[in-house]
């Protein structure tokens, strides 16, 4: 069973950059070809999706948040982590780290963090 | 971007009722469609891929068709704990761009 819990400030201030870490268990981030993402959702609102980090290393992101998003991976600690940069308001949301279900092929997200909610504010 | 819209937005039903959710692509997705089920608190929980592929553990009475454009959610006898915010989400570009809709409430009559 996979488990992946996210860490990271809960408050980020406008304009300064967010950085969040998802801590992975039961899974490997170095091999099995898995891709793992970041989610959002802002209260009351859908889901947004942001990013992948595949086992190969590879990284795709939402086209809208491309220019301020970096997803990067530590395999050592089984880790991989975000990083938004120049925040707004509009970045407030419930941040999720989550993995995919099926190995070799992306989309339907199997196992998903316990989310962690980051406030954009001054 | 694909834009995926749900309808309704809320659906007031009763316990036993049958139930059905709609999704729509702004653009053929074909089978690349995924439902999952929110709770207040909770992250998403996968039902559905493959448009009509059950998840593991996920009970007979929900499940999914279509094909394109048109989707369909439906929870054929509706249990108390089926109350929910249902999202459907739509994984077809390469490289990976995924969406997701605006979600369907389901709440009790």
């Known amino acids: 069973q996979v488990h992946l819990k996210e860490s990271g400030p809960g408050l980020v201030k406008p304009s300064e950059t967010l950085s969040l870490t998802c801590s992975v268990s039961g899974g490997s981030l170095r091999s099995g070809g898995y891709y793992w993402s970041w989610v959002r959702q802002p209260p009351g609102k859908g889901p947004e999706w942001i990013g992948y980090?595949?086992?190969?290393?590879?990284?795709y992101y939402n086209p809208s948040l491309k220019s301020r998003v970096t997803i990067m991976r530590d395999p050592s600690k089984n880790q991989f982590s975000l990083k938004l940069s120049s925040v707004t308001a509009a970045d407030s949301a419930m941040y999720y780290c989550?993995?995919?279900?099926?190995?070799?092929?992306?989309?339907?997200?199997?196992?998903w963090g316990q989310g962690i909610l980051v406030t954009v504010s001054s | 971007e694909i834009v995926m819209t749900q309808s309704p937005a809320t659906l007031s039903v009763s316990p036993g009722e049958r139930v059905t959710l709609s999704c729509r692509a702004s653009q053929s997705v074909t089978g690349n469609l995924a439902w999952y089920q929110q709770k207040r608190g909770q992250a998403p929980r996968l039902l559905i891929y493959g448009a009509s592929t059950r998840a593991t553990g996920v009970p007979a009475r929900f499940s999914g068709s279509g094909s394109g454009t048109e989707f369909t959610l439906s929870i054929s006898s509706l249990q108390s704990e089926d109350f929910a915010v249902y999202y459907c989400q739509q994984y077809n570009n390469w490289p990976p761009a995924l969406t997701f809709g605006g979600g369907t409430k389901v709440e009790i009559k």
């Open positions: 989550a993995r995919d279900l099926r190995a070799f092929s992306y989309g339907p997200v199997d196992y």
């Open positions: 980090i595949h086992d190969s290393g590879n990284t």
